[in-house]
C-alpha cells in the first residue's frame, strides 16, 4: 500500500542519513567527509573546501544493506521485491537529491573575495515533509510489470524514478482486520479539540468517542537538598481522557 511505500523510503532514507552523518562526525573507521573536490575552483569563482558530508557512501551502504530484504529471494523475485526496491531508492534519492550547499565567505573583514563551499545534508525533518507529499502522490502499478514498473491502467508508462509506487489500495485503517494485522483505531486515544490527525474526528472515523474522568498522579515540586537527594510531592490532577468508540 502506500504506507508501505512509504515505510520504505523513509526507512531506506534514514539509513543514509543517519550513516553519512556519523561518517562526517568521525564516528566510523570506515569513512569520514568527503574532501575530494577540495581546493577545486568553480567557474562561478569559488572554491570547494572543508568537510563535505559523504552522502555517496551513506547511499552506497544503504543500497548494499537495506535492499539486501529484497534480494534474499532471488530465485522468484516478483513485482513486490521490485516495487520495495524501487521505494528504497527514492528514500535514498530524497537524500542525495537536496544536499544543501553551504558556504563561507573569507578574505579582509568578511569581504567575500573567496568563498569555500561544501556540501552539506539536509535536515531530517525536511526529507521526511518531501517523503510525504511523495506518499500523497504515490502511483498505483500494474502487478503485471516484472522488470519495469509501469502505471496501473497505463501500462505504457513507466514510472518515474522518484515516484513512491504500490500495488495494493490502502486498507481501511478505521477498523479492526486481525487477519491482515489492522488494528483499528477504536479504543484510541485522542484529542477533543485537535483539528489533526491525532483529533477525535479524524481518529475516530466518525464513530465518536468516549469521555473518561481520571486522576493523574505526578511527582511535582520537587526540589533538590545538598548533597544529594530530592524530594517531591505527589500531585494529583484530575483530566478529561477521551477514546474512540
Ligand atoms: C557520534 O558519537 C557520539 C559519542 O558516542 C554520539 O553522542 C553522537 O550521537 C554520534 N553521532 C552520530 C551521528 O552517530
Ligand atoms: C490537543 O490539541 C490542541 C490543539 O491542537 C493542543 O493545543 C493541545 O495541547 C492538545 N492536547 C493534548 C493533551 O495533546
Not at 203 to 222: K, M, P, S
Amino acid at each position: 500500500s502506500r504506507e508501505t511505500a512509504f515505510i520504505h523510503a523513509i526507512l531506506s532514507a534514514g539509513v543514509v542519513h543517519g550513516l553519512t552523518e556519523a561518517c562526517s562526525g568521525g564516528n566510523l573507521t570506515v569513512c569520514s567527509c568527503d574532501r575530494s573536490q577540495d581546493g577545486k575552483l568553480t567557474s562561478e569563482g569559488w572554491k570547494w573546501g572543508g568537510c563535505s558530508d559523504n552522502v555517496k557512501f551513506g547511499v552506497v551502504f544503504a543500497r548494499h544493506f537495506v535492499d539486501a530484504a529484497e534480494k534474499e529471494s532471488s530465485e522468484n523475485r516478483d513485482v513486490k521485491n521490485a516495487m520495495n526496491l524501487h521505494n528504497n531508492h527514492v528514500g535514498r534519492l530524497a537524500v542525495s537529491h537536496h544536499m544543501i550547499r553551504s558556504c563561507r565567505c573569507h578574505g579582509i573583514s568578511g569581504s567575500c573575495e573567496l568563498k569555500t563551499c561544501w556540501r552539506k545534508l539536509p535536515s531530517f525533518a525536511n526529507i521526511g515533509n518531501y517523503l510525504k507529499k511523495k506518499y500523497a502522490k504515490s502511483v498505483q502499478i500494474s502487478v503485471k510489470a516484472r522488470r519495469k514498473l509501469r502505471r496501473r491502467g497505463k501500462r505504457k508508462v513507466l514510472v518515474r524514478k522518484n515516484d513512491l509506487v504500490y500495488l495494493n489500495k490502502s486498507p481501511n485503517y478505521c477498523v479492526e482486520d486481525r487477519a491482515n494485522k489492522i488494528f483499528g483505531t477504536a479504543g484510541r486515544l485522542c484529542n477533543k479539540t485537535s483539528p489533526g490527525p491525532d483529533g477525535c474526528n479524524l481518529l475516530c472515523c466518525g464513530r465518536g468517542y468516549n469521555t473518561q474522568v481520571i486522576t493523574h498522579v505526578e511527582r511535582c515540586h520537587c526540589k533538590f537538598h545538598w548533597c544529594c537527594y530530592v524530594t517531591c510531592r505527589t500531585c494529583k490532577t484530575i483530566m478529561e481522557i477521551y477514546t474512540c468508540k
